[in-house]
T-cell receptor, first 113, second 115 residues
């Protein structure tokens, strides 16, 4: 069936480095792609989204890239900080009108001081 | 400005018992979603509700699970006759309007353990 998945389960970086988290998706009909951050013991927190008619969107220290040709999504975090350590999930929204998100399994980002 | 409130945060049940999980959306939000997260997995959509209406329950197991969002009070996810496979974190999320950007506000979750 349709699914969203991640290439790397764990990413370890040094404080100050740039981080790139990747995601593959298979449902070409999805309208929105979203990144969430989940800290240990907490609920997911929205980071940034991108619509399917865009290929890049920037936020504060984060950039999301969408490559529809190869069905690939990435999250770039600039100047990674220890507070960025968390599990990052990509998600896609295949249904228009409301948010029945399909989440990937997540990538753990570990930031060393 | 309180966020999405879920309770209980932790719940332990024996097989065959009932579990009731409650969710109060953010103030001003009338759209509620329930997601389930198994250990080391991503979240899986269960049900989407508006006040007094179930809009989409395509992710809900056909038996033992039910959800409601009454006119007054919190949304309730009810699991009857729990089994060990129901052990998971259950997250509620809310939004102010019906929207498809995927920006949801999640609670801290209710962690169900079935013995």
């Amino acid at each position: 069936g349709e699914s969203v998945g991640l290439h790397l389960p764990t990413l370890s970086v040094q404080e100050g480095d740039n981080s790139i988290i990747n995601c593959a998706y298979s449902n070409s009909a999805s309208d929105y792609f979203i990144w969430y951050k989940q800290e240990s013991g907490k609920g997911p927190q929205f980071i940034i989204d991108i619509r399917s008619n865009m290929d890049k969107r920037q936020g504060q220290r984060v950039t999301v890239l969408l490559n529809k040709t190869v069905k690939h999504l990435s999250l770039q975090i600039a100047a990674t900080q220890p507070g960025d350590s968390a599990v990052y999930f990509c998600a896609e929204n295949p249904v228009s009108g409301y948010s029945t998100l399909t989440f990937g399994k997540g990538t753990m980002l570990l930031v060393s001081p | 400005n309180a966020g999405v409130m879920q309770n209980p945060r932790h719940l332990v049940r024996r097989r065959g018992q009932e579990a009731r999980l409650r969710c109060s959306p953010m103030k001003g939000h009338s759209h509620v979603y329930w997601y389930r997260q198994l250990p080391e997995e991503g979240l899986k959509f269960m049900v989407y509700l508006q006040k007094e209406n179930i809009i989409d329950e395509s992710g809900m197991p056909k038996e033992r699970f039910s959800a409601e969002f009454p006119k007054e009070g919190p949304s309730i996810l009810r699991i009857q006759q729990v089994v060990r496979g129901d052990s998971a974190a259950y997250f509620c999320a809310s939004s102010p309007v019906s929207e498809n950007t995927g920006e949801l506000f999640f609670g801290e979750g209710s962690r169900l353990t079935v013995l």
